[in-house]
C-alpha cells in the first residue's frame, strides 16, 4: 500500500474510533481509520428476522459448540471471534467478546444510554472511596450533547439522583403491560423503575428509521433504527476526500521514531496475511479496551522497552467491568394463561430499575441497577428447565409463556491494581500475534454487593406476589457484561497513569486512546457507549487543536 500523507492514523471502528475519525475529519485532518474486520452489509449480515424456528439449530447452533459463550449463537457467530477458535488463557475467568468487523460492538450493543453522573467522576472527593477522574461531569455534558444528538435516543426527562437527563431525538418507547404491573408493585416497597433510555429510534432521526420492533436488536440491526457507527458514522465519513476507510487491518504494532513518538502503525491483513505499515502526525487507538492494551504491551521499543506509553506500568491493571449477577426468575401468577399479544418491542426491556441505594447505609461502595426481563419473546429456550412430559408439559409451556419475570443485577466494579492482563509468553493469536493472560477476578466489595442484589431481587418478586424459581447466587466473569475498561486509565500524575485528562499518554504525546482503556472507574450505572463517544469526542478536539497549532505530531 502507498504511503498517504495522513495526519491521524485511528485503529478501530466502534464508538471510539469512529467518533474519533468524525471529529477529526470535520476539523479538516487527514484520516485513516483501520478496522480489523470486513465491511458488513446490514441487510444480509444481521439475522434479526429470522424465527428460530427457521434455522438448523433453532438459532442456538450446534449442541456444544457455543455453550457459556452468551453472545455467540446461530444468530451472530459470523460476527464474532470465537475464544475457542482464537483462543486465550481464561475463559472461565475473563469472558472477552470481540467483534471485528465495521462498527465493532456498536452493531450488537444492549443500546442503553443514561448520563453518569457528578458522583460517578468523583467517587474519592463525595462517596469516600476509590480515585477521582481527572475531569468532573460539568466538562463532559457539552461532548454528552453533542453525541446525543449524533445518536439519536429515546427517552425523557426524569430528574433522577445522578443520572443527568440528556438530549432525546424521540419520546422512550412505551411500556409493556407486565412492566406497569411491576412498576406498580416497586412503587409498593419503594424501589423506582424508570423508562429505559436506549439508542433504538422511537422516531425517524437523522436519515435512519424509527425501530419497528421486531426485538432482535442484540443481533444487529439489518434497518439502521438502532445506533451504530456502521449506520451513522461511516456513511457521513465514506467519499470525502480527507478520509480512508482501510479493513481487513489486524494491527500489531505502534510504530515510533528516535524520539519515542508514535509515527505509524505497523498491521497485519487479514486476507493476504502480509504485514504493512502506515504513517502519520499522530495515532489514535480504540481498538476495545484489552485490544488497545495488547497492543500497547506489544509495541516494545527502545524507548518503551515495558511497553508503549507504559513507564508507570499501569498497563494492563485496573480491569474493570460492570459486575453482572446471576438471574433471579419468577412466574407470576397473575400473568398465567393471558392472552397473547406481540410486545416484543425495541429490543429487552422498554422499564430499567436504576440505582437506589444513595440514601442508606451500605455494607459495600458503589451501587448497582437491576435489568428487567418481560414479555413474550420468540426464543426457542424460553421454555428450557420446565420438568414434565407430554400433555402436561405443554399445558404448563403454554401457561408460563408470557408470564416469566426475571430481574439481574449489574453493579460497579472497584478498581483494583491486581486485576489485569499481560502478554502471554506461550501463546500468540490466529495472525501470530502475541496474546494476553488475564489475571483478575471478584473481591470483597463485589461479593457484599451481589449480596445485597439477591435481596432486592427476591423483595421485588415477593412484592410482586411471584413463585421464585430455583437460583444459585453468583456473579459472572469479569468481562461478560461486555463493559470492559480501565487499563490505560487516565490521571494527574504519570507515575501512576498512562493518559492525562485529554486521552493523550503522558509518555507520548502524539498518542491518545479513545475506549474504554483510560475510565477511572466504572460505575454502577446502565451503558457506557455514550461515555466513551463523549470522551472519545473531547480528545479528538483537543488532538485536531494541537495539529493545527503544530503542538502535537
Same mark, same amino acid.
Given at each position: ?39 458488513? #452489509? ?116 426524569? $430528574? ?102 508514535? $509515527? ?24 476495545? #479496551?484489552?485490544? #488497545? ?20 506500568? /499501569? ?10 449477577? @446471576?438471574?433471579?426468575? @419468577? ?8 392472552? /397473547? ?36 419473546? $420468540? ?150 457507549? #455514550? ?23
Amino acid at each position: 500500500m502507498p504511503q498517504q500523507p495522513y495526519d491521524v492514523i485511528v485503529v478501530g471502528s466502534g464508538a471510539g474510533g469512529a467518533t474519533a475519525a468524525l471529529v477529526l475529519v470535520d476539523a479538516g485532518a487527514r484520516v485513516l481509520l483501520l478496522e480489523a474486520g470486513r465491511m458488513l #452489509t446490514p441487510a444480509t449480515d444481521f439475522l434479526s428476522h429470522e424465527m428460530p424456528w427457521d434455522l438448523r439449530f433453532r438459532g442456538e447452533g450446534p449442541p456444544g459448540t457455543y455453550d457459556g459463550l452468551w453472545k455467540i449463537n446461530e444468530y451472530t457467530a459470523h460476527l464474532y471471534t470465537n475464544p475457542r477458535e482464537d483462543t486465550y488463557d481464561a475463559l472461565d475467568r475473563f469472558h472477552w467478546t470481540r467483534l471485528r468487523a465495521v462498527g465493532g460492538r456498536t452493531n450488537t450493543w444492549g443500546r442503553s444510554c443514561f448520563r453518569h453522573g457528578p458522583l460517578d467522576f468523583k467517587p474519592a472527593s463525595r462517596q469516600g472511596y476509590g480515585d477521582d477522574w481527572p475531569l468532573d461531569y460539568d466538562e463532559l455534558a457539552p461532548y454528552y450533547d453533542k453525541v446525543e444528538r449524533l445518536v439519536g435516543l429515546a427517552g425523557q426527562s426524569d $430528574r433522577y439522583p445522578n443520572m443527568p437527563d440528556g438530549i432525546y431525538a424521540g419520546p422512550p418507547h412505551p411500556w409493556r403491560c407486565t412492566e406497569r404491573d411491576l412498576k406498580a408493585a416497586c412503587d409498593r416497597i419503594g424501589v423506582p423503575v424508570l423508562g429505559e433510555r436506549t439508542a433504538a429510534l422511537s422516531v425517524p432521526h437523522d436519515g435512519r428509521p424509527k425501530c419497528h420492533y421486531c426485538s432482535g436488536c442484540g443481533r444487529g440491526c439489518p434497518v439502521g433504527a438502532r445506533f451504530s457507527t456502521l449506520d451513522a458514522i461511516i456513511p457521513k465519513l465514506q467519499g470525502r476526500p480527507t478520509f480512508t476507510l482501510r479493513t481487513h487491518a489486524v494491527a500489531r504494532e505502534v510504530l515510533v521514531d528516535d524520539r519515542g513518538h508514535a $509515527r505509524g502503525v505497523s498491521f497485519i491483513d487479514a486476507v493476504t496475511r502480509k504485514e504493512e505499515e502506515v504513517h502519520g502526525r499522530a495515532v489514535v487507538l480504540a481498538a476495545s #479496551t484489552v485490544e #488497545t492494551g495488547r497492543l500497547l504491551l506489544n509495541s516494545r521499543s527502545r524507548q518503551h522497552p515495558a511497553g508503549l506509553a507504559n513507564s508507570s506500568g /499501569r498497563i494492563g491493571h485496573h480491569l474493570m467491568d460492570t459486575i453482572k449477577s @446471576g438471574p433471579m426468575v @419468577g412466574i407470576l401468577p397473575s400473568w398465567r394463561n393471558r392472552p /397473547r399479544v406481540n410486545d416484543d418491542g425495541a429490543g429487552g426491556s422498554h422499564a430499567t430499575i436504576p440505582r437506589f441505594n444513595y440514601d442508606r447505609t451500605n455494607g459495600y461502595h458503589g451501587g448497582y441497577f437491576i435489568l428487567i426481563g418481560t414479555g413474550f419473546g $420468540r426464543g426457542a429456550t424460553a421454555t428450557s428447565g420446565i420438568p414434565g412430559y407430554g400433555a402436561s408439559l405443554k399445558e404448563e409451556i403454554h401457561s408460563r409463556y408470557g408470564s416469566v419475570l426475571s430481574l439481574r443485577g449489574y453493579g460497579e466494579s472497584l478498581s483494583r491494581y491486581e486485576n489485569r492482563f499481560d502478554i502471554d509468553p506461550g501463546r500468540t493469536d490466529a495472525f501470530g500475534i502475541p496474546q494476553v493472560r488475564f489475571a483478575c477476578g471478584h473481591g470483597d466489595n463485589e461479593r457484599r454487593m451481589m449480596e445485597d442484589m439477591y435481596g432486592w431481587m427476591e423483595r421485588i418478586l415477593r412484592a410482586c406476589d411471584a413463585e421464585i424459581l430455583p437460583y444459585s447466587k453468583r456473579l459472572e466473569p469479569l468481562g461478560d457484561a461486555t463493559h470492559e475498561c480501565g487499563t490505560a486509565r487516565m490521571g494527574l500524575d504519570a507515575k501512576t497513569s498512562v493518559l492525562n485528562r485529554w486521552g493523550q499518554a503522558h509518555d507520548v504525546p502524539n498518542l491518545f486512546v479513545t475506549d474504554a482503556s483510560g475510565f477511572v472507574t466504572s460505575p454502577g450505572t446502565h451503558g457506557i457507549t #455514550t461515555w466513551i463517544m463523549a470522551l472519545a469526542w473531547r480528545a479528538s478536539e483537543y488532538l485536531a487543536e494541537g495539529l493545527r497549532t503544530g503542538d502535537i505530531g
